[in-house]
């Protein structure tokens, strides 16, 4: 059985809620604040957290700095701990998306 969750923020959007160390805090972990340079790459890891929660179908029920959004050497993004999984991270001009598959 296979699932897709999709997801777009606006970047701007992101930005501004970047001011707040209690936003950054509760949404990225560590190594993803260490990895984002870009407030665009902020919020393509953001959609990326709320399109996996889309593709498990259950609505956030965690804090979303409980999963990782990490990249391999190549660049790609993965979720961390998530074997059957995959991740496709974008963004251009205003917007971030991405979508996430989840397999059984």
Do not use: C
């Amino acid at each position: 059985m296979f699932s897709i969750g999709t997801d777009i923020i606006r970047i701007s959007r992101i930005e501004k809620s970047l001011e707040k160390d209690s936003f950054r805090a509760s949404v990225f972990t560590e190594k993803e604040i260490l990895y984002s340079k870009k407030a665009e790459t902020f919020a393509g890891i953001f959609a990326a957290k709320e399109a996996y929660f889309k593709a498990k179908g259950t609505g956030i029920q965690k804090r979303l700095n409980s999963i990782e959004i990490n990249h391999d050497e190549k660049g790609k993004p993965y979720i961390t701990g998530i074997e059957n999984s995959d991740v496709s991270i974008s963004h251009d001009g205003d917007y971030a998306v991405a979508s996430v598959i989840l397999w059984e």
